[in-house]
Structure formats: C-alpha cells, structure tokens
C-alpha cells in the first residue's frame, strides 16, 4: 500500500510516520502532486496555523490536487481543520472537503489551548472509532461545531466535533500518533478503511 503524509510545511511529520510504519506500512512524505495523487492513502497532518498551511499549500500549487482525491484522506489536529470551508484563526478559506467552519472555543473558563487527554463519543457511523470514552490526546484552541458531518464529538467546555467526515475525506482533531492504543486502532482502520 502506498501511504503519502503531505507535507504542508506546518506539521510534526516524524511522529505521524513512525506511527504508520509501526503499523507495519511504509511511508513517503512529499509535497508532490503527482505522489500524492498516486497513493492509496492520504494523510494531512498539521501544526500551526491555518493561515500559513493554506499560504503553504497555495505555494507548493496542492490545494486542487487535494480536492480531487478520491481516496481515504485523513486531516489529523490542524489538518482536519484544513479540510473545512473557512476557519476564524487567521480569517481564511479552506480546502472546502467538508462544509464546516472552525472557530474559536468558547472561553469557558478553561485554558485554553485545549491540551492534553480527552475523551471522545463516536457516532455509530464511525469507521474509524468504535467505543466511546476513548480516549485522544488534543492540542488546540480551534475546532469544528458538531453538525451532520461528525462522527465523533468531545467536551471542552462545549461540545465539538472531534472527528468529521465527507465523502473519502476524514478528519480528527486530536493526535492518533500521540493517542495510544485509541490512535493506532484509529490509523490501522483508516488504512484498511474500504470506500463504498
């Protein structure tokens, strides 16, 4: 199998790939267009802003060839929040994959960014997911608002989507390489993932 992890320029690629590869596949990191296209799995991680990773893949010219892809594509933390319409952080349009927008969480009280474990409750749908209360390991300040596009939601002083999906484009808003067991169940299931 061929898995990609993009290289946006605004990720900790290492730890998304030595995750991968312990699940026993291996992995290219480019920023190719043409690689990209070819694998038989995405992953678009990202760390940072969503600003300077959509000034990235404007850039490096990925933004169409990322919104053709008919495979699974995974969106992980910063990477998901790419895949939706348009995000607050930075006032800025998105790859458009899932028509969702990123806010800011509400300052509930609570620190902010939301960092460190959290617990997530899937939606019987979730190909990825399969028991409630697992739990994922966060970091961020931004997130997608639950609606008919999550398959899983968490609290943090409201409710977010924690993970979303439309079509063969996924996102978590957590780290499945930082998740333990809950991550590396998520990523072998992407990776034997089957489209109907």
């Known amino acids: 199998m061929n898995v990609v992890i993009v290289d946006t320029e605004c990720a900790n690629l290492t730890s998304v790939?030595?995750?991968v590869e312990r699940l026993g596949y291996s992995v290219l990191i480019t920023d190719d267009a043409e690689q990209i296209r070819a694998a038989d799995r995405v992953i678009l991680p990202g760390v940072g802003t969503a600003a300077a990773a959509m000034r990235n893949l404007q850039r490096k010219q990925l933004v169409?060839?990322?919104r053709e892809l008919t495979q699974p594509v995974l969106g992980i933390c910063l990477g998901m929040q790419l895949l939706t319409s348009h995000s607050e952080e930075g006032d800025v349009d998105?790859?458009?994959l899932i028509p969702a927008k990123t806010k800011r969480l509400r300052?509930?009280?609570l620190p902010l960014p939301h960092m460190g474990w959290n617990t997530l409750q899937p939606t019987a749908?979730?190909?990825l997911v399969d028991t409630s209360d697992s739990y994922c390991?966060?970091?961020h300040s931004f997130a997608v608002?639950?609606?008919e596009y999550t398959i899983a939601s968490s609290e943090y002083g409201e409710r977010f989507a924690s993970m979303i999906r439309h079509n063969n484009?996924?996102?978590a808003q957590f780290h499945p390489e930082r998740s333990g067991k809950t991550g590396e169940a998520l990523l072998k299931r992407f990776l034997e993932l089957t489209l109907c």
């Open 17 to 19: 790939r030595f995750a």
């Open 64 to 66: 169409e060839p990322l």
């Open 94 to 96: 998105c790859l458009n």
């Open 107 to 109: 300052d509930s009280g």
């Open 125 to 127: 749908d979730n190909p």
């Open 137 to 139: 390991y966060f970091v």
């Open 145 to 147: 608002a639950v609606d």
């Open 169 to 171: 484009y996924f996102g």
